[in-house]
């Protein structure tokens, strides 16, 4: 696996979400999302925040405390969305390979804030985001799926753009 450092590598940006201080994803993980940046216009830039983060240290231990601890208060905020805590909440593959990576987005040289509040944002200010960049974000989710990867089910996932790598390039994205 390959142990990214923030900065850009061929106009994909590396910007570890913190705590962490790299994002370690395979190579071919790697190879893929720069082919997705080279089918996007140069004003709009893929920024890598999460790959591979073991379970069993430090980063791993601390992630699971926030999840917990964001569990809870999701319970209580959103008593309605019990049955996305899961796909919210979940390591999503994270703690099992560098083939599962969060992607956000960098149009016009600023970062879309899609999720404000996190995953703690209203579904109605996250579908007024996405609206108001609407382009940019079925540009880039059509880029990576190009390019290999499955992007997840959940609508609040999808908009941390948590995708999993699945290695086959398709000619057309997969719907």
């Known amino acids: 696996m390959l142990k990214l450092s923030r900065g850009t590598i061929d106009g994909l940006r590396i910007a570890p979400r913190w705590p962490a201080s ?8 790697l190879q893929g999302l720069l082919d997705a940046q080279a089918l996007l216009p140069s004003t709009l830039r893929l ?7 073991c379970s069993q240290g430090q980063l791993g ?3 699971r405390v926030v999840r ?8 209580c905020c959103y008593r309605h969305r019990h049955d996305e805590i899961d796909a919210i909440f979940g390591a999503n593959g994270h703690d099992l390979d560098g083939r599962h990576v969060d992607v956000s987005l960098i149009l016009h040289g600023q970062r879309l804030r899609l999720l404000p509040l996190g995953v703690f944002t209203p579904l109605r200010w996250q579908q007024q ?6 382009d940019a974000v079925a540009a880039a989710k059509d880029a990576l799926q190009r390019c290999g990867f499955d992007l997840h089910p959940n609508a609040t996932e999808s908009l941390q753009i948590h995708c999993d790598y699945r290695g086959i390039t398709l000619a057309e994205p997969s719907r």
């Open 22 to 29: 790299q994002v370690i994803v395979e190579a071919e993980v």
């Open 47 to 53: 920024l890598v925040t999460r790959g591979f983060e």
């Open 61 to 63: 231990g601390f992630r």
């Open 68 to 75: 917990r601890l964001g569990i809870a208060v999701f319970r």
């Open 129 to 134: 985001r996405v609206s108001r960049h609407a």
